[in-house]
């Protein structure tokens, strides 16, 4: 099983700045890892898949990186809305697998 | 415009069984793997099983296999989730997600909560 773990579990961050979170996996997952957006009482909605692809109707601001083992998500200026719980699921093999999360909050 | 909307959750005892459906529109429903994902409450998310297009594979996590069963109706549109030998900890939010295959999930139903407790 790949076990993805996001760093850091938590961040906290002003509007604006800019927000960088990693997601390292057990073993190489080629590009096959996306990134989901959760806010309180909603479901998950894709951002990025296959490690840099933005979904439909995301926001520029926000990019994925990487490939193998190292993957990061990066808002380049924070908006209000985006603070959010953030995940990333792998698809290169199974059982498909998230990481645990990471808390991006409001400082 | 793709749409996901789970039923059939409750409050289930321990052992016991539920059905789980999710209506799908929007898209060509046969075309595409189905999956379900759960968030148990305040945790983060586990995959639990996901069909193909034609419902000709499945793939089960192993916290359920032998006692979920996932299948999909593809002339109603329809995906469900079988779930018996229920215990405490399958206490989830179950959200049903279009992909799972060669596709990440997107988009995802609001999910449907399913508490098992005696």
């Known amino acids: 099983e790949v076990v993805l773990t996001q760093s850091p579990a938590t961040l906290s961050l002003s509007p604006g700045e800019r927000a960088t979170l990693s997601c390292r996996a057990s073993q190489s997952v080629s590009s096959s890892l996306a990134w989901y957006q959760q806010k309180p009482g909603q479901a998950p909605r894709l951002l990025i898949y296959?490690?840099?692809n933005r979904a439909t109707g995301i926001p520029a601001r926000f990019s994925g990186s990487g490939s193998g083992t190292d993957f990061t998500l990066t808002i380049s200026s924070l908006e209000p809305e985006d603070f959010a719980v953030y995940y990333c699921?792998?698809?290169?093999?199974?059982?498909?697998?998230f990481g645990q999360g990471s808390n991006l909050e409001i400082k | 415009e793709v749409q996901l909307v789970e039923s059939g959750g409750g409050l289930v005892q321990p052992g016991g069984s539920l059905r789980l459906s999710c209506a799908a529109s929007g898209f060509t429903f046969s075309n595409y793997a189905m999956s379900w994902v759960r968030q148990a409450p305040g945790k983060g998310l586990e995959w639990v099983s996901s069909i193909s297009g034609s419902g000709g594979s499945t793939y089960y996590a192993d916290s359920v296999k032998g006692r979920f069963a996932i299948s999909r109706d593809n002339s109603k549109n329809t995906l469900d989730l079988q779930m018996s030998s229920l215990r405490v900890e399958d206490t989830a939010l179950y959200y049903c997600?279009?992909?799972?295959?060669?596709?990440?999930?997107?988009?995802w139903g609001q999910g449907t909560l399913v508490t098992v407790s005696s």
């Open positions: 997600a279009k992909g799972g295959y060669s596709t990440p999930y997107d988009p």
């Open positions: 296959d490690a840099s």
């Open positions: 699921q792998q698809r290169s093999s199974w059982p498909r697998t």
